[in-house]
């Protein structure tokens, strides 16, 4: 008899076995997706494998698979193998991981199409209705659907019902009173516009010294499948050309017949990146992001599954395009991140790449200026190659960077009574200036969003300051609309006018965001046209190509904005990069506060002289003698990796050790304490010398959406025993129901 190992759409981390009927036995396969009897009901599962036995012995008598899920697409073998490895290492269940590697509207077999979604109406509109509804039981439902398309957008009826439980009716009122609107009904006819738009054709570019060996070597890669090392780190400054490595290397690829995977870090480079791959290849791509409708998204998927498109581009998702024999796998900004996923499964894009490129025997290139100090290591120690690109492309030099102390600022401009000097110091205005007579563009960078970080009473004898009642958070301040947001949670609530707690009519700000830059600078430049590009102001699908597609038209003169304009982006046109506050993420307690600042900087700044002109770089700083910021500067990689990497080599911590997060949340503070101990006590006996365990304690984030947060650590070079355990504890012994438990492997950030 055949007997088919499947998993259904339960995350039990289990596989059950089902007998294969004769009539469906040539249609059963892994991959194939299958409708099974389970306990009193049906559910739909994947098949992982299929094997003939003879004798098969259960005190169960075995059921049948009932049918094949026909509108499914069939996962290739690779990909569930690497699923499977995904399940394993990132201690997730089997079936979490399946759904990573399917997009929900092709696991479902349908786009959706024709189901209305909804946006939010009119910004100003929303606000006055959460000020005067804010405190209102009878209005909670409304306001919990408009909290939640503050955060997302396009969502039918039934996604916004399984958020918040807010019906039809709910709904219904909101579309009378224009609180909400239909954002879209079938996007396909403008995905075909947005995504198959005509460009000029562009022709391959005599490469440079550093740029023909690299591409040697990447070829070498491609020629040649029996070489065991088959991952590269292509490790160039900013506008080194880079992107024109990937697109030669592709055509190499693609001339073998084999097929590539383009990812890349932020949605807002997706539509720079497919505008040169399409004028280099035309319309054989495919595009996959999580701002895709789930039309958009099966549309997509079917293409390359059908072999109708050679090349996938996109976030984190595009790295499990169904590509037929896969050749190459390009991760640029291989540092960011946002390749992590913060979801189970909490897998790193980068490091998934790289596993894919071993099952499938596929080259991987790692690519950045600011490389993760773990993809250098194995670089260094040979586990991948390394290609340097040390000068721009066009020989243009590296801009002029420098560095503005603000304490000396904020000291000179309270002798002379100036105003802004902690945002634009004089140096800065200056720049901005002379930039803008000469009709060129200024990036101006801050990480931080919104008008101010906190707002708070200045009473000495009060206390008080504006946080989230349900998120160890406070709000941030959006002074234009006189809100107040949770970063963690997305609430909203209306900003007061005056102090709660002890009357004072008066409130002061702490902190500085994008918002108030913006206001600042419209006051400063009042001719210049300005634009913010952050989360609050992308909201919609669109946004990010809209708003960068103007200033590279040059209708915009200075661009203000988030991490999210800090990389990739390339405008010859943008000539100065000023960096408000480097110091922002410098000081956060986790270990890799200092490189993620370095990253940044060194990215923001190599925005600037992309062109034939001349570019500079002006960094305003609280610690102009940081170490940190001086290797930045000085764009010197190398010398901020031997500083840096000597602590973490120390303390064990990545990349010489692995880090594991255990994490244990609930509603009922002493049961999370009770179960996080209860297992971080059977795992801490396992523990060698070799592993640095750390005891539970409150999560630096200590209380998100009204649940409690705890934290344990591992870390060490040979963890692997403590990572099988730990998952197996955290998926398949009994806890209290009320605490969830689950692990971070390779953890980011420990917040």
Request: proline share 5%.
């Amino acid at each position: 008899m055949l007997i088919a190992k499947v998993i259904v759409e339960l995350s039990l981390d289990k596989k059950f076995d089902y007998l294969v009927p004769p009539e469906l036995a040539s249609a059963v396969r892994p991959g194939v997706r299958v409708e099974v009897p389970f306990g009193k009901s049906s559910r739909t599962g994947c098949v992982l494998s299929v094997s003939e036995v003879e004798n098969f012995q259960s005190k169960f008598a075995l059921k049948a698979i009932t049918a094949i899920k026909s509108n499914s697409p069939q996962l290739p073998a690779k990909l569930l193998e690497l699923g499977s490895w995904m399940a394993d290492y990132y201690c997730c269940s089997y079936e979490q991981t399946i759904k990573a590697l399917l997009p929900g509207a092709v696991r479902r077999g349908t786009a959706n199409r024709g189901k209305r979604r909804f946006v939010l109406g009119e910004q100003s509109k929303v606000d006055e209705y959460f000020h005067t509804h804010g405190n209102r039981k009878s209005a909670a439902k409304r306001l919990s659907v408009l909290q939640l398309l503050s955060r997302e957008e396009n969502l039918t009826a039934e996604e916004i019902t399984q958020s918040c439980g807010a019906g039809a009716s709910v709904i219904k009122a909101l579309l009378d009173e224009e609180l909400i609107a239909v954002g879209s009904v079938d996007p396909t006819a403008t995905r075909r516009e947005r995504f198959q738009t005509q460009v000029a054709p562009d022709q391959p570019r005599t490469p440079t010294g550093e740029q023909a060996k690299a591409l040697e070597g990447i070829y070498y890669l491609l020629d040649h499948e029996e070489e065991k090392v088959r991952t590269g780190l292509l490790f160039g400054v900013t506008g080194s050309g880079k992107t024109e490595v990937y697109l030669q290397s592709i055509a190499h690829a693609l001339k073998l017949g084999k097929s590539a995977i383009v990812l890349v870090p932020e949605i807002s480079l997706t539509p720079q990146t497919v505008r040169r791959f399409r004028a280099r290849f035309g319309n054989a791509l495919a595009v996959l992001h999580s701002r895709l409708s789930d039309a958009e998204r099966r549309e997509e998927w079917q293409k390359i599954y059908k072999q109708e498109a050679k090349i996938a581009i996109g976030a984190r998702s595009a790295l499990f395009a169904p590509l037929a024999n896969l050749g190459l796998i390009v991760v640029d900004e291989e540092h960011e991140n946002s390749y992590k996923q913060s979801e189970a499964p909490r897998y790193s894009a980068r490091d998934v790449a790289v596993m894919r490129g071993k099952l499938e025997n596929a080259a991987v290139i790692l690519g950045s200026a600011t490389p993760s100090l773990e993809s250098y290591y194995n670089a260094l120690n040979g586990k991948y190659k390394l290609w340097t690109l040390q000068h721009r492309a066009e020989d243009s030099p590296l801009p002029e960077v420098k560095v503005v102390d603000l304490a000396l600022a904020q000291a000179r401009a309270r002798e002379n009574h100036e105003k802004n000097s902690s945002l634009f110091t004089p140096e800065l205005v200056t720049a901005i200036h002379d930039r803008l007579r000469l009709k060129e563009q200024v990036i101006l960078f801050l990480n931080r969003r919104g008008f101010a970080r906190e707002l708070a009473c200045p009473e000495d004898i009060c206390t008080w300051v504006a946080e989230c009642p349900d998120c160890s958070k406070a709000y941030i301040y959006h002074k234009s609309r006189q809100m107040l947001t949770c970063g963690l949670c997305g609430r909203i609530a209306p900003a007061p006018v005056h102090c709660p707690q002890c009357n004072s009519e008066v409130l002061k700000f702490h902190g500085v965001g994008t918002e108030r830059i913006e206001e600042a600078a419209r006051r400063i430049f009042p001719y210049a046209r300005i634009e913010r590009m952050d989360s609050d102001t992308m909201r919609s699908a669109d946004s990010h190509e809209i708003t960068l597609e103007k200033f590279r038209r040059g209708e915009l003169d200075i661009l203000i904005g988030t991490q999210m304009i800090a990389k990739g982006l390339d405008f010859p046109n943008v000539t100065l990069v000023g960096v408000i506050n480097a110091d922002s993420g410098l000081n956060i307690p986790d270990v890799r506060a200092s490189e993620r600042t370095f990253q940044l900087l060194t990215q923001v700044a190599g925005r600037a002289g992309r062109g034939d002109k001349h570019g500079e770089v002006i960094i305003q700083t609280f610690s102009p003698y940081n170490d940190v910021i001086r290797y930045a500067v000085a764009q010197d990689f190398p010398a901020f990796y031997e500083y840096d990497s000597a602590v973490r080599q120390i303390l064990q911590y990545p990349p010489f050790g692995h880090l594991i997060a255990l994490y244990a949340r609930g509603e009922n503070e002493n049961d999370v304490v009770e179960v996080i101990n209860a297992v971080f006590n059977k795992v801490k006996p396992y523990c060698t010398e070799e592993v640095v365990a750390v005891e539970p304690a409150p999560a630096p984030l200590a209380r998100i959406k009204g649940k409690y947060r705890y934290i344990a650590t591992f870390r060490g070079e040979k963890i692997s025993q403590i990572r099988r355990m730990l998952r197996h504890l955290v998926l398949h012994e009994v806890w209290k129901k009320s605490v969830d438990l689950y692990l971070d492997m390779d953890a980011q950030t420990l917040t």
